[in-house]
């Protein structure tokens, strides 16, 4: 696949409880050895090492990679804050090192820390084949056969991972990250854990404070994920109707904004059009002239919803509507990774079983009829049909939040998130009896949405502990306004959940 196709689908795929409840903190080998980063020479960067398995601790060790910016006024030094991006399969090391960074008054009081989850980046990596990751495999299954076919690439490509990789392979979940973040904590010197998690972090957020609730001393949970859902179609649905919903508030920017290359037109015929034309073959990547799927078009949407980048995706399906190339500036970048542990880390939290096609099927069709705009959304179904046949069984699967004896948590959402929908950040908060903040705008990361409201309510709990009133929420930001063109905290390259 090439061209307009390849850009954004890439952009958008780079666009997670068994044993006791608490367990014992983690004793640190020593400090972290910090050295100059080679590739970031402005950058301290150092390793922990952590039992592969938790559970027996003999049985082998694998290395997790921080990086560290100090604080820049060391006289007004708080101390150390974890950070992670999200995934699974964010480097919050590497983003670090990249630039990531929260408000200045945090990186004036606190040493931020990225580190790379185990499996994951300058971590011992997570290896998996690359025969077994590009081979052929139906993406949206047509028929039983098909079923099974994916299913056996899912299996194939979790044995690779296992061959390649070895046991580490078996323990990408969730509880034994947040049992690495505690021998993080304790390696920093910390007493207590300060943390910010986005997206798939927050799940490593949650976790870690029913784990060692006498440990958390303030962590931020923005865009929460909701590890209550039983079902595949619980998780998926939810999935569906956020994107169809955040469809609809770009529809509506469209119809009040003269700059949008879709104004004064029909957004939703217009893109129930393409979708048709997709589901018939006969969509064409007007610069490649390679077929786009209807899975492609929702990749589309999921990836363009992130930012927002309304102006981008109404150019882009202009493009295909008129059936010429887009112009540069609405093309997206090509060199954004990808995320290539991504099921040896969900399968192993999730147990979202399927178990034949017409059940699949099933889905899909309810979830089209339900969403008519953009149909599915594409990181939920890429998430819940990757487990498909995956060798392994959940390690760390579904249960309700809970948070027994940590202080206050303060919790973050975007009302209209694409990627982890605010019903879920309202359940996770409910479950832990944590604050939720809610930024009343788009897009997915509400700490990153250049909202003063949002970023002075996070920055007054992580240096006080001072948590916003129940209920508050902070108004919207309008894309391509003004205030939206202020410059705030950096965020990471890529988030997935």
Same mark, same amino acid.
Request: include cysteine.
């Given at each position: 696949?090439?061209?307009?196709?390849?850009?954004?689908?890439?952009?958008?795929?780079?666009?997670?409880?068994?044993?006791?409840?608490?367990?014992?903190?983690?004793?640190?080998?020593?400090?972290?050895?910090?050295?100059?980063?080679?590739?970031?020479?402005?950058?301290?960067?150092?390793?922990?090492?952590?039992?592969?398995?938790?559970?027996?601790?003999?049985?082998?060790?694998?290395?997790?990679?921080?990086?560290?910016r100090?604080?820049?006024d060391?006289?007004?030094?708080?101390?150390?804050?974890?950070?992670?991006?999200?995934?699974?399969?964010?480097?919050?090391?590497?983003e670090?090192?990249?630039?990531?960074?929260?408000?200045?008054?945090?990186?004036?009081?606190f040493?931020?820390?990225?580190?790379?989850?185990?499996?994951?980046?300058?971590?011992?990596?997570?290896k998996?084949?690359?025969?077994?990751?590009?081979?052929?495999h139906?993406?949206?299954?047509?028929?039983?056969?098909?079923?099974?076919?994916?299913?056996?690439?899912?299996r194939?490509?979790?044995?690779?991972?296992?061959?390649?990789t070895?046991?580490? /392979?078996?323990? *990408?979940?969730?509880? &034994?990250?947040?049992?690495?973040?505690?021998?993080?904590? !304790? %390696?920093? +010197? @910390?007493? $207590?854990?300060?943390?910010?998690g986005?997206?798939?972090?927050?799940?490593?957020?949650?976790?870690?404070?029913?784990?060692?609730?006498?440990?958390?001393?303030?962590?931020?949970l923005?865009?929460?994920?909701?590890?209550s859902?039983?079902?595949?179609?619980?998780?998926?649905?939810?999935?569906?109707?956020s994107?169809q919903?955040?469809?609809?508030?770009?529809?509506a920017?469209?119809?009040?904004?003269?700059?949008? /290359?879709l104004? *004064?037109?029909?957004? &939703?015929?217009?893109?129930?059009?393409?979708?048709?034309? !997709? %589901?018939? +073959? @006969?969509l $064409?990547?007007?610069?490649?002239?390679?077929?786009i799927?209807?899975?492609?078009l929702?990749s589309i949407f999921?990836g363009?919803?992130?930012g927002?980048?309304?102006?981008r995706?109404?150019?882009?399906?202009?493009?295909?509507?008129?059936g010429?190339?887009?112009?540069?500036?609405?093309?997206?970048?090509?060199?954004?990774?990808?995320?290539?542990?991504?099921?040896?880390?969900f399968?192993?939290?999730w147990?979202?079983?399927?178990?034949?096609?017409a059940?699949?099927?099933?889905?899909?069709?309810?979830?089209?009829?339900? %969403?008519?705009?953009?149909k599915?959304?594409?990181?939920?179904?890429?998430?819940?049909?990757?487990?498909?046949?995956?060798?392994?069984?959940?390690?760390?699967?579904?249960?309700?939040?809970?948070?027994h004896?940590a202080?206050?948590?303060?919790?973050?959402s975007?009302?209209?998130?694409?990627?982890?929908?605010?019903?879920w950040?309202r359940?996770?908060?409910?479950?832990?009896?944590s604050?939720?903040?809610?930024?009343?705008g788009?897009?997915?990361?509400?700490?990153?949405?250049?909202?003063?409201?949002?970023?002075?309510?996070?920055?007054?709990?992580l240096?006080?502990?001072?948590?916003?009133?129940?209920?508050?929420?902070?108004?919207?930001?309008e894309p391509?306004?003004?205030e939206?063109?202020?410059a705030?905290?950096?965020?990471?390259?890529?988030?997935?959940?």
């Amino acid at each position: 696949m090439s061209g307009v196709v390849r850009r954004l689908l890439t952009a958008a795929a780079t666009t997670a409880v068994l044993g006791s409840l608490f367990a014992a903190p983690a004793s640190a080998a020593g400090a972290v050895d910090w050295k100059p980063c080679a590739d970031a020479p402005d950058v301290d960067c150092g390793t922990v090492t952590v039992p592969i398995d938790w559970a027996h601790p003999d049985r082998g060790t694998t290395s997790i990679a921080l990086a560290r910016r100090k604080a820049t006024d060391p006289q007004a030094r708080i101390g150390s804050i974890l950070m992670d991006p999200g995934g699974p399969g964010g480097a919050g090391a590497g983003e670090v090192k990249a630039g990531w960074t929260l408000s200045a008054e945090i990186t004036k009081r606190f040493d931020t820390v990225g580190f790379d989850p185990r499996g994951v980046g300058d971590s011992t990596q997570i290896k998996c084949g690359l025969d077994e990751l590009i081979a052929d495999h139906p993406k949206v299954p047509e028929n039983q056969a098909e079923f099974e076919e994916l299913a056996r690439y899912n299996r194939n490509l979790g044995e690779s991972c296992g061959r390649l990789t070895g046991p580490l /392979a078996r323990f *990408g979940d969730t509880k &034994s990250v947040a049992r690495d973040m505690d021998a993080i904590r !304790a %390696a920093l +010197g @910390e007493a $207590k854990l300060t943390y910010y998690g986005v997206s798939y972090g927050t799940l490593m957020g949650q976790q870690y404070a029913e784990l060692f609730p006498d440990k958390v001393r303030a962590l931020v949970l923005d865009s929460n994920m909701d590890h209550s859902q039983y079902t595949a179609w619980e998780f998926l649905n939810s999935e569906t109707q956020s994107v169809q919903a955040e469809f609809g508030e770009f529809a509506a920017w469209c119809d009040r904004t003269a700059s949008c /290359a879709l104004h *004064g037109q029909d957004v &939703s015929k217009v893109t129930r059009d393409l979708q048709d034309k !997709a %589901a018939r +073959g @006969e969509l $064409k990547d007007p610069q490649s002239g390679e077929a786009i799927t209807p899975l492609d078009l929702a990749s589309i949407f999921q990836g363009s919803f992130y930012g927002p980048s309304w102006d981008r995706l109404a150019t882009v399906l202009k493009s295909f509507k008129d059936g010429t190339p887009p112009p540069a500036s609405a093309r997206l970048r090509e060199d954004t990774p990808v995320n290539n542990v991504f099921q040896s880390v969900f399968c192993d939290d999730w147990r979202l079983p399927v178990h034949n096609f017409a059940e699949l099927e099933a889905y899909r069709r309810t979830a089209a009829a339900l %969403a008519p705009d953009v149909k599915v959304n594409s990181l939920g179904w890429t998430a819940v049909t990757g487990c498909i046949g995956w060798p392994e069984r959940a390690s760390n699967p579904q249960h309700p939040l809970q948070v027994h004896g940590a202080p206050p948590l303060l919790m973050v959402s975007s009302k209209h998130d694409p990627a982890t929908p605010y019903a879920w950040s309202r359940t996770a908060a409910r479950q832990s009896g944590s604050t939720l903040l809610t930024y009343d705008g788009w897009g997915h990361g509400a700490y990153f949405k250049n909202s003063q409201c949002v970023t002075k309510a996070t920055d007054d709990y992580l240096i006080s502990g001072k948590l916003p009133a129940k209920g508050t929420h902070c108004a919207a930001v309008e894309p391509g306004s003004a205030e939206a063109r202020i410059a705030g905290p950096k965020p990471p390259s890529t988030i997935a959940f």
